[in-house]
């Protein structure tokens, strides 16, 4: 592995602000997954279909539009939430392998 | 599509923080990318090399630690990382063949 003892200050600088995004991020997902695995439960109790295509569409044109709006690529946004639900769906599949009454 | 007029109101309670923490999220990455879009300029004016697996190592062991304190799959994490850095890649060689000469 290189070494790279000198690392200038503006680099550093801005590799702090990196990281500090992306611990937002990180622990704005783990709550976001506690918040799923709620609405998992919930849709389980009151009969309610897992996939909601209505919901999803409608999450995919907000997240579009606050992407515009923030200068981000909508076509990422897109994927951002794609890439994000199927760890949602991968968690619920855990769930109900754990717990296949959904008890 | 079917119609679904009756939300629980605890399901819409639960979507309405799934959208602001989605919200925070994209507004967040909007911000990272145009940090690593300064951190790209900045390596091309150096001389630095566009990747640098040591750092990269740093930070998938950050936030694999991170995502463990929060209750997050660190694999997960680390996906998380490698889906975001995919995309500041592509960000990079579209500016790159936007302006070939890092002018």
């Known amino acids: 592995m290189a070494a790279m003892p ?13 990281d500090n995004m992306d ?3 990180i622990r704005v997902l783990a709550e976001r ?3 799923t ?6 849709k389980a109790e009151l009969g309610l279909p897992p996939a ?3 919901r999803e569409e409608e999450q995919i044109a907000r997240l579009r539009r ?9 076509d990422f946004a897109s994927e951002f939430l794609a890439f994000v639900v199927r760890e949602v769906i991968r968690n619920h599949e855990a769930i109900a392998r754990r717990d296949p009454d959904g008890a």
């Open 23 to 25: 611990d937002v991020m």
């Open 52 to 54: 909601d295509p209505a």
């Open 37 to 42: 695995q709620q609405v998992g439960h919930l």
């Open 33 to 35: 997954f506690k918040i």
């Open 66 to 74: 606050i992407a515009a709006d923030a200068g981000l690529d909508p």
């Open 6 to 18: 000198d690392i200038p200050e503006e680099l550093r600088r801005l590799r702090a602000s990196i």
